[in-house]
């Protein structure tokens, strides 16, 4: 990947780049709120089996975790902008509750770019800022620009749901994860048997059903912790998980912390 200019911002894990889109072999996820604006092409995303293209003009947000892969330009490469922003950092801008619904269920957030952003301008701007000592007004830019394009997002139509089985068991998963599903009742909304969409989702998503339904589980209890006072145990059973010991596992597993430290550093943070 040919980049311009990179720049990561490691106490806050904040990463910046601008340059040539590259074709990406094999799906690749990270548990941020990825933001990109396409400044000349076209890039279109393999999400699953979902095709999303993202225009000369356009911004696009949408949750990384989910595997995604950038297939190869039909035409000549595009130039992009990129930022992510880790997933807990997002969920303290206490963003609309339907936006951050809408994300964390898999759907990409796409607009055009307001007339009077240039971009690529902006974006130099940003990697002198996180490179400086003016990374707090930086970070405040990227999400008034996230917030821009989930706004305008909003107003479009939403189009239609899922259009395979791959994608109608995700949405399911996305939609049902509180509640005590099994691989069987995801395999059932596809009517198909069970090994079979094991198989089948594992292929699509890169990760098993098992895996997809704890992602979705922690990042509730991470959106939880950072807009709620619910002691941790609450927040365990609120985002689905059957004990507060799994909870507690499966927690420091992904997320590389504890709930309670995971809530403390919010808090510092914001301080």
């Given at each position: ?91 303290a ?47 405040l ?27 109608e ?57 950072a ?36 809530r ?8």
């Amino acid at each position: 990947m040919k980049y311009e200019a990179v720049v990561e911002l490691a106490p806050a894990g904040i990463w910046v780049a601008q340059g040539t889109a590259p074709e990406m072999a094999r799906p690749h996820s990270h548990d941020d709120i990825e933001l990109n604006v396409v400044t000349s092409g076209a890039i279109e995303y393999l999400m699953g089996e979902r095709r999303v293209r993202v225009e000369q003009g356009q911004s696009a947000v949408f949750w990384a975790s989910l595997p995604h892969r950038l297939l190869a330009p039909a035409g000549a490469p595009a130039e992009v902008c990129w930022v992510h922003v880790p997933l807990s950092a997002v969920l303290a801008w206490d963003l609309p509750a339907a936006d951050m619904r809408s994300l964390l269920e898999g759907r990409p957030a796409l607009a055009a770019l307001p007339s009077d952003v240039d971009a690529s301008r902006v974006w130099r701007r940003w990697e002198q800022d996180f490179a400086g000592r003016d990374a707090d007004a930086a970070l405040l830019e990227v999400q008034a620009l996230m917030r821009r394009t989930l706004r305008a997002a909003r107003a479009r139509p939403s189009g239609t749901g899922p259009s395979s089985r791959p994608l109608e068991m995700a949405a399911f998963i996305m939609e049902r994860f509180r509640d005590p599903i099994t691989a069987s009742d995801v395999a059932a909304v596809a009517h198909l048997n069970t090994e079979y969409a094991m198989t089948l989702f594992r292929r699509t998503w890169s990760m098993t059903i098992g895996d997809f339904l704890l992602r979705r589980r922690v990042a509730e209890a991470q959106r939880l912790l950072a807009t709620t006072d619910l002691d941790c145990s609450a927040v365990g059973y609120a985002a689905g998980f059957g004990s507060g010991s799994t909870f507690y596992a499966q927690f420091a597993k992904l997320a590389g912390t504890s709930p309670g430290q995971y809530r403390a550093s919010l808090r510092a943070s914001g301080d």
